[in-house]
């Protein structure tokens, strides 16, 4: 029987290692941590965990192999990267690689705190979804994935390419089953430029914690769903289709098409 | 001294003026000669037909007294050395010198020489060949004998003393021997007149050649060789004051002209260099950075979290949050300033940007009254650009430029317009292979930045790599050992060591070896094997012509930038603002320009104003693929 704890830090920095550990024990959270790969990898191979949390540049492997790794071994535990190089690029790159989310150093306690509770949330969602196809039933539906022509980047924002040219962007469902109810959003405005793995929506939610959410194209904003002046609560009512966020004239779409993901894969 | 020009010129010069002075003065002296001889000859005939008359009547009565006065009295005349009357037989009947009388002459005499160097005595003798130079002495001067013959006449011999015959033809010679003393000295006379004049000529060739030589040609040179020098040592902003309109000065225009473009090259370079290593420099500080400021963030937001009953302690933790926050967001703008690499294009309009550019300065137009001149060109086409980064590269320098210009009566110009630039020296190669496909992109080595185009070179027993500049036409190869100039190498694949010379080509500079690789889908590049030569053609590209480039020009009537500060601009941190810039504006401009695949130049006169000029591609895909 495999030994079940909440999460694995793997950093080659201790300070690292040490404030995760703080913050966890404040949630009465149990931690392994590893300071290179190699450890990390022998950790998680025979351990259970319900968030991986890893640096990038470490000493013997990146955090993108170790990612690899996981999946190889079809291990089904959210997996978290954090980088001190914490670029768009690298943003972007993680997410398109299958990490659940990407978490930019240096954050607050705060930023850390709800890392983890989206990841149990997700975690216990993908333990429901695997119980569901292995007893063949639909015990109950957890989240609406994306429709099938629209793109993903990562798990939580999408857009649809709309026959004008231009592209709708919006937040996923699941996104808003793993976080608490929404209480306010920072738009941006029509004619800012949004970039590819940056921020492009803020949300702070009803449990006090702000939420950087990242664009899924490059491009210009033409304009925000008005609707959602009148009603906040419609991005989670309908988050693909009346509550699109933006409409943006894409940049490089073809190119930053090969770093999002196709929701028809989703299906099962 | 006689590696000199002027040395080279004046001997040259002195030796031609020789030559021709020489060949003149030796016609003149001899043509002289001949008149003076002619002269002489024409006197002497006359002299001897002369004293032969007058003696005519004493010979025919036989008065042998009257004819030894006549003789004697001509003996008076200086010039004549000797009268000598010799009869058919050579034997001298009467003569100046009595001594002599009685005395037979033989026939090789210089007197009979003439009649009687043939088998059979001339009777009749022409003027023409009665006279001949000669010396009576080896260290005598020379003198001219004229001989003339006394012919039979029927007065002789029906004459009473019946001394001749009337078969006789020639009854004897008159010989006068005239001294030419006096006209060879007049000739050696000319000859030193005309040597002296030889020689003065040419000195004063020599002083007015070198004069102007060194006026015209050692001076300009000198100082093109001085300032080679200071170009050699790196001191590229050196520059030649124009000084005349012939070739040296075209010389130094041209010099000028090419330290320019090398500056400006330069620059280019220094900055994609120090730019690169600043990214990197940059990317590993805010990795560094970013660790620790995870600590005091997580630490110091989890104690404020803690304290929420102590107010005094919350106030402080706050400001420790905040300011890590605040670092936090530094460090990820020196990580943005870092990944200018990648900018975000779209197809954007230059004279757009620069319009919407215009409003976002011009409150800081207004406040110093700056006027702005626009002359943007309808007809230029819309590149794929990031118009964010193309305005803040305008916003730069709009900004450095209100700065500069003075209060009141500032002016500001900005144009565009679209030109064509030819390929060579701006097209980059991106992938080459050998036959066997094997890439010959070597990313160890890189030029300027960009991985290079690796070789095995071997000459003359000697086996080693060569790396290709990978912009066309640009030849900055990089030899990774020593070869010498104009040495011929073989060239092959690195991996497969195929052979990657072709033998059906020859270099159009020097026709020596040439090389030829495949670049795949792009033609192939060839290029001269001789070390040092600079001849390659890329004939895909070359056919594709030039490219379409957006100019832009930006001008101010500000302070200007000082020479020595010129190639410091695009540094990071480099301001002339004191307090007052960061130093970072000028080099966002470069960084972003580069990533445009644009090029950026700057011209300045202090006092006068600046101009930056930007070269973008239009089709930056053309450029780069």
Known sequence: MKKSTDILIIDDEQV????????????????DSAMNAAEGIKLFKNNEYKLILCDVMMPDKSGFEVLDEIHKLDINTPFVITTGYSTIENAVKALQNGSMEFLPKPFTFDELSSCFHRAFRYGEILKKMSLS?????????????CPANYYRLGLYSWIN???????????????????????EITFLNPDDSITQGSVFLTIITDDELTHNLLAPVSGKIISVNPKLNESVSLIEKDPYFEGWIYKVIPAELNYELNN????????I | MFNKISTKLIVMVAFTALAIIGVTAYLSIDMQQQAYINEVERHGNQLSEVIKKSMREDMLVNRQENIRNIINTIKEEPSIIQVRIFNKEGEITYSTHPEDIGQNLDKKAESCYVCHSLDQPIQRLETKDRTRIYKLNPDSSRVMGIINPIYNERSCWEAECHAHFENQTVLGVLDITISLDSIDKQIQKSEIMILLLAVISIVTLGVIIGFFVRKFVDKPVKELVEATNYVAVGKLNFEIKPRSNDELGKLAESFNNMTKKLN???????????????GQLAAGVAHELNNPLTGVLTYSSFLLKRTKDNPEMQEDLNVIVRETKRSREIVKSLLDFARQSAPKKIKSNVNQIIERTEKIISNQLKIKYVQLIKKLSADIPDITADPNQLQQVFINLFVNSIDAVPEGNGKISISTSLVSLSPYGIRRIKEAVCPNKHSLMDNEIKIEGLPSIKMKARSGGKEGFINLDPVYGLNRHHYQIPFTKDQHVELSCPVCDVSLMD????????????????????????????????????EYIDKKGKSDYINIEINDNGSGIPADKLDK???????????????????VVWGIIDNHKGRISVESNVGKGTKFKIQLPVNPAMVDE
Do not use: H
């Open chain 1, 133 to 145: 196809v292995e007893r063949s039933y639909n015990s109950s539906i957890d989240f609406i994935p």
């Open chain 2, 503 to 538: 033998q059906n080509s020859a270099c159009e500079l020097c026709g020596g070896i040439v090389y030829k690789i495949a670049i795949p889908g792009k033609g192939y590049l060839e290029g001269c094997a001789t070390i040092g030569s600079n001849w390659q053609r890329w």
């Open chain 1, 161 to 183: 390419l709309e026959s004008e040219g231009t592209v709708a962007a919006g937040i996923t469902d699941l996104y808003f089953r793993v976080t608490n109810p929404v209480r």
């Open chain 2, 264 to 278: 400006e090259m330069r620059t280019q370079l220094f900055q994609s260099d120090k730019m690169a290593s600043l």
């Open chain 1, 16 to 31: 690292i290692i040490d404030s995760v550990i703080k913050a966890a024990r404040f949630d009465n959270l149990a931690v």
């Open chain 2, 569 to 587: 601009i695009f540094d990071p941190f480099f301001s002339t603002k004191g307090q007052r810039g960061t130093g970072l504006g000028l080099s």
């Open chain 1, 260 to 267: 999002l993901s196709q929701c028809s894969s989703d299906r």
